[in-house]
């Protein structure tokens, strides 16, 4: 057998003990850093699976959401949603807002987008549906001037509890602080079945509730199948927003707290020491 080269074998070795430490430590790139084959794409008005006018993309290792291919917005709202539905989880996202917000976007939809959480098969969706029935885990970039959250919770057909009280407005603000300009925010979002979900902005818990559920409004043109009022949201798909204003993603990670459900214990274990990273 031929002996193999000293630099190659270092090399491999390397590559062996980095990807066995990211399993280790439990982390799943959602996002790979150089192409969406694991996403699935929803616009209103185009039917799943059309990346109308190349909305979403990969350029320099980022997930990009680009309007420079449309002539109007034109309510033309959109999600990727990640191949896999999860149910317990800690969600991780890099972001930030760039540059204007395209022709014919609402002036609410100005550094707007969001995660969405527990969100329906994008395959259930039909063409004209403006959001998913889901909870948005809300992004806002600040405008240079007034305070301005982020991390805020917003309710597409669904609802939540605050303080074991039913939340009936739309979109509730968090307590944390405005991110002006074009710099990166890292937001995580730890969610729990349908017991408890927590918003974190930059280590910093700014929201919590509870008991989501499908019901309520805000949501246009759904099949009314799949909007089954009072069901508990135990689980469901992940999607990025397009509100009509550029976002890029550097990172989109997920750590899958599945195995820890049924053992609070071990659960609360797994959860200081990433609450530590």
Same mark, same amino acid.
Request: glycine residues 10%.
């Given at each position: 057998?031929?002996?193999?080269?000293?630099?190659?074998?270092?090399?491999?070795?390397?590559?062996?003990?980095?990807?066995?430490?990211?399993?280790?430590?439990?982390?799943?790139?959602?996002?790979?850093?150089?192409?969406?084959?694991?996403?699935?794409?929803?616009?209103?008005?185009?039917?799943?699976?059309?990346?109308?006018?190349?909305?979403?993309?990969?350029?320099?290792?980022?997930?990009?959401?680009?309007?420079?291919?449309?002539?109007?917005?034109?309510?033309?709202?959109?999600?990727?949603?990640?191949?896999?539905?999860?149910?317990?989880?800690?969600?991780?996202?890099?972001?930030?807002?760039?540059?204007?917000?395209?022709?014919?976007?609402?002036?609410?939809?100005?550094?707007?987008?969001?995660?969405?959480?527990?969100?329906?098969?994008?395959? &259930?969706?039909? @063409?004209?549906?403006?959001?998913?029935? /889901?909870?948005?885990?809300?992004?806002?970039?600040? #405008? $240079? +001037? *007034?305070?301005?959250?982020?991390?805020?919770?917003?309710?597409?057909?669904?609802?939540?509890?605050?303080?074991?009280?039913?939340?009936?407005?739309?979109?509730?603000?968090?307590?944390?602080?405005?991110?002006?300009?074009?710099?990166?925010?890292?937001?995580?979002?730890?969610?729990?079945?349908?017991?408890?979900?927590?918003?974190?902005?930059?280590?910093?818990?700014?929201?919590?509730? &509870?008991?989501? @559920?499908?019901?309520?409004?805000?949501? /246009?043109?759904?099949?009314?199948?799949?909007?089954? #009022? $009072? +069901? *508990?949201?135990?689980?469901?798909?992940?999607?990025?927003?397009?509100?009509?204003?550029?976002?890029?993603?550097?990172?989109?990670?997920?750590?899958?707290?599945?195995?820890?459900?049924?053992?609070?214990?071990?659960?609360?274990?797994?959860?200081?020491?990433?609450?530590?990273?």
């Amino acid at each position: 057998m031929k002996s193999i080269p000293l630099k190659i074998a270092v090399l491999a070795a390397a590559l062996f003990f980095s990807a066995t430490a990211q399993a280790q430590k439990g982390w799943t790139n959602l996002f790979n850093g150089k192409d969406l084959k694991d996403w699935t794409v929803k616009i209103s008005k185009h039917e799943v699976g059309d990346n109308y006018a190349n909305t979403f993309r990969v350029e320099n290792g980022m997930m990009k959401v680009s309007y420079d291919g449309y002539q109007d917005f034109d309510k033309q709202y959109g999600h990727i949603f990640y191949k896999t539905p999860y149910s317990y989880y800690l969600l991780k996202v890099e972001y930030r807002f760039v540059g204007d917000q395209v022709k014919g976007g609402e002036g609410w939809a100005t550094r707007n987008s969001g995660a969405m959480l527990h969100g329906q098969d994008p395959k &259930t969706m039909l @063409k004209d549906q403006d959001f998913p029935i /889901s909870i948005e885990a809300q992004l806002l970039g600040g #405008d $240079g +001037k *007034a305070e301005r959250h982020t991390g805020n919770v917003c309710t597409p057909g669904t609802t939540i509890e605050i303080d074991d009280k039913l939340f009936t407005t739309h979109c509730l603000d968090s307590k944390s602080k405005t991110y002006h300009g074009e710099q990166w925010v890292t937001a995580e979002f730890l969610v729990l079945g349908d017991s408890i979900i927590k918003h974190i902005i930059n280590k910093d818990t700014v929201l919590v509730y &509870t008991k989501p @559920k499908i019901g309520g409004g805000n949501v /246009s043109n759904f099949d009314p199948k799949v909007k089954q #009022d $009072g +069901k *508990a949201l135990t689980g469901g798909y992940i999607s990025l927003q397009s509100e009509s204003h550029p976002i890029e993603f550097r990172k989109v990670a997920l750590f899958d707290l599945a195995p820890y459900a049924n053992d609070k214990k071990k659960l609360d274990k797994v959860l200081a020491k990433l609450k530590d990273e």
